[in-house]
């Protein structure tokens, strides 16, 4: 895949995400003012945790590629893009482990710092910007041989 089809695919996931947290938050919301929507929220998380995970790896899976091929400069975007991730991600998965009532009692928290994550990727390597073939190829012809 091209970078400017993988950038897109990806950003159009943060999207996708963006939607399971604005809907996440609504009901947990609702079932922590007491309403009975239990099993909603429960969904709405299963959805959320898929999207998250599939996000995940499919960023692995295209970024790395497409990044190590300009070695210094893809290597410095993918060692910063790693260290991050695996930090940060471990921190998201904490987050929405439990039961609907305890991913709830943090939703907030998880929102502003799941959304200021993709906000940053969106900055960083994933930006049309950085994440461009001519880019790409402009950086990797700089490499000394």
């Given at each position: ?13 943060h ?8 809907r ?40 790395g ?61 994933l ?19």
């Amino acid at each position: 895949m091209d970078a400017d089809t993988a950038r897109r695919r990806l950003v159009a996931q943060h999207q996708q995400i963006r939607a399971h947290l604005d809907r996440c938050r609504v009901l947990a919301v609702r079932m922590l003012e007491g309403e009975a929507v239990h099993i909603e929220l429960d969904e709405a998380l299963a959805q959320l945790r898929h999207a998250f995970e599939e996000h995940n790896s499919l960023e692995a899976d295209l970024v790395g590629p497409l990044l190590k091929s300009s070695r210094e400069w893809g290597g410095l975007l993918l060692n910063r893009m790693f260290e991050e991730h695996v930090a940060e991600h471990a921190a998201f998965w904490e987050m929405l482990a439990g039961s609907a009532a305890d991913v709830a009692s943090r939703m907030d928290d998880l929102v502003d710092e799941l959304d200021a994550h993709m906000a940053a990727e969106e900055r960083t390597f994933l930006s049309p910007l950085v994440l461009r073939e001519d880019v790409i190829e402009r950086r990797r012809r700089q490499q000394p041989a």
